[in-house]
Every structure is written in structure tokens, then in C-alpha cells.
């Protein structure tokens, strides 16, 4: 049975729904490419974990949505390759329609089906893996099983990391942090709960993270000038929730 795809607009934001309430993907008309949900702005809290040249090179991004991350990728990460993987057709036409995704290229390609079995099966090394797939009553499914990231871990490459969407008012919220942790053998981090709601969480192979708040800073400065997101608050939120202990993000 195909997804009912529902779309609404309020004060300037276009929104998508999955035939209820809940918001799966959002986008100011007026800015387009611009990350509207704050969960989502979080998700690419991964561009300063690693201070490499060109990267991530590889993007992997589960679940579609109203293409939020696909099209800043798309823009802020021109030298990437980037693979998504949506299970429902109806919302990449969507995405089509009303959310300005972008055209399918050498550097960009769609694939559907499912995420979980994706991720499973093929062979390929990413930098960057965001798993952000929910189907209509909010749930992840196999997305949010032990299984799936240890998969997920598994086709990183030497340094890549892994970003989570997850509800952190839903129940078992804890104990999908819990199976993210155990998967990446601790070397994992769930940020603060957003006002949605929403946490992100991180995991990290190879090389170590060792970020001071001061460092952190800066490097969100610079992607702020660059991009123009703004990570500031959330390395503020990160502080005041004492998720960095000696005053440095470790992962």
C-alpha cells in the first residue's frame, strides 16, 4: 500500500505529511535550500567533526523526506557523490513537485527501496551515512535495530560517520541511543533533544575526535560564512547540557 503523501502551507513554510500531523519534511518557499526543522540543521553537525579537504566525498542519505539534506549535500558538498534511498516512490515525486529536488546527475542518484536492506546487501563505502526514515505513525522500523548499525558502521569508510534522527520523547528513545553506542563500541554521541523533540545521534570510526568548544566554534563559524548554517546554538546546547566533558566534544 503506497504512503498517503499530504502537503500544507503556513507563514511562508511548505510541509509534508504522511496522511498525518507529523511533519516529514519542510521548506521555506523563499529559501528553498535553506535547512527549516532544527533537527535537520543537526544532522550536518557532522561537517565539523572532521577537518579534512573534500570532505565527505561519498553521502549516503536514508530517507528522503522533503529533501532537506539531499539538496544542501547537493549544493554545500559540490565534489561529493551522493546515493539516496527512499522505499516510497510517492514521496520522490513530491520531492519533485514541491520541494525542488534536484536532477538526478553523475554526482546524484536515487534509488528505491529499502534502507535497511540497502545498507545490508551493497558493498559501497560512504563518509557520510544520515539515516532519517520514518513512515507514517513515526516509526523507524529496521532502521532503528541493532542489526542495521552495525551494518551502517560496516560501510563507513576509514573516516566516516554516522548521523540519527530519532524521537526523543518516543518511547525507547534511550534504548536507541543504546543500540547506536553498542554498535559503534561507545565511539558514539546523542545531542541534546531539539524543541521537536527530536535527537540527533552520532557515530565515528578511525580516526578520534578530540574537539575543544573553543575549536568547535570556530569551525561553526565557518561553515556558517560558507554556508550559511548555523551551528553556534547547538555547540551552545551542547555545552549547557554538559555533553562536553573537559570542555571538549570526544567521539
Known amino acids: 500500500m503506497s504512503t498517503p503523501i499530504d502537503i500544507s502551507e503556513e507563514a511562508g513554510v511548505r510541509y509534508l505529511h504522511f496522511g498525518s500531523d507529523w511533519v516529514q519534511g519542510a521548506m521555506r ?19 565539523l567533526l572532521r577537518d579534512i579537504d573534500n570532505w565527505p566525498k561519498r553521502i549516503l542519505l536514508i530517507g528522503l523526506g522533503a529533501a532537506s539534506l539531499t539538496k544542501f549535500v547537493h549544493l554545500h558538498c559540490p565534489e561529493a557523490r551522493i546515493k539516496v534511498v527512499e522505499i516510497e516512490p510517492a514521496v520522490v ?6 520541494f525542488r529536488l534536484p536532477t538526478e546527475d553523475a554526482r546524484f542518484s ?12 551493497k558493498a559501497a563505502s560512504y563518509d557520510y551515512i544520515l539515516v532519517d526514515g520514518y ?21 563507513l569508510s576509514a573516516r566516516g ?25 561507545d565511539r558514539a554521541i546523542a545531542f541534546p533533544s531539539c524543541d521537536s523533540g527530536n535527537v540527533v545521534a552520532f557515530g565515528a570510526v578511525g580516526e578520534s575526535i578530540s574537539l575543544p568548544v573553543t575549536e568547535l566554534r570556530e569551525r561553526a563559524l565557518a561553515l556558517k560564512t560558507r554556508t ?23 567521539l
Not at 31 to 44: D, F, I, Q, V
Not at 110 to 121: K, N, P, S, T
Open 29 to 47: 518557499i523563499r529559501r528553498p535550500n535553506a535547512l527549516e526543522l532544527a533537527y535537520t540543521r543537526e544532522m550536518m553537525a557532522g561537517l
Open 228 to 250: 550559511g548554517l548555523d551551528l553556534l546554538p547547538t555547540v551552545t546546547r551542547l555545552e549547557q547540557a554538559g555533553s562536553l566533558p573537559g570542555g571538549a566534544l570526544m
Open 93 to 98: 515525486a513530491a520531492a519533485r513537485q514541491f
Open 110 to 121: 536515487i534509488h528505491i527501496g529499502d534502507g535497511a536492506q540497502y545498507v545490508l546487501e
Open 135 to 155: 513512515d507514517r505513525n513515526a516509526r523507524a522500523g529496521a532502521l532503528d535495530t541493532l542489526p542495521f548499525y552495525q551494518a551502517a558502521r560496516t560501510r
Open 161 to 185: 560517520i554516522l548521523a540519527v534522527n530519532l524521537f526523543g520523547r518516543a518511547k525507547g528513545y534511550k534504548a536507541s541511543v543504546e543500540r547506536v553506542v553498542t554498535a559503534f563500541e
